[in-house]
């Protein structure tokens, strides 16, 4: 998760805003106190790769 979001060059509240997913929700993420479901990953970074081909 940490690797995705600085691979977007986003601060945490930047991601957070962009996916809409509550801060804590993502520290806690990130911190390794709640497991992230792998579906969600996966859609994130669709999205994410989606986004960057339709800037270029």
């Known amino acids: 998760m940490i690797e995705?979001?600085?691979?977007?060059?986003m601060t945490r509240r930047e991601f957070c805003d962009y996916f809409g997913i509550p801060y804590r929700t993502l520290q806690d993420?990130?911190?390794g106190?709640?497991?992230?479901?792998?579906?969600l990953l996966r859609l994130m970074i669709y999205k994410i790769n989606v986004e960057k081909l339709m800037k270029d």
């Not at 995705?4 to 060059?9: D, F, M, N």
């Not at 106190?33 to 579906?39: A, G, I, L, S, V």
Request: charge should be neutral.
């Open 4 to 9: 995705l979001r600085e691979s977007t060059g």
């Open 29 to 31: 993420w990130e911190l």
């Open 33 to 39: 106190n709640r497991k992230m479901p792998d579906y």
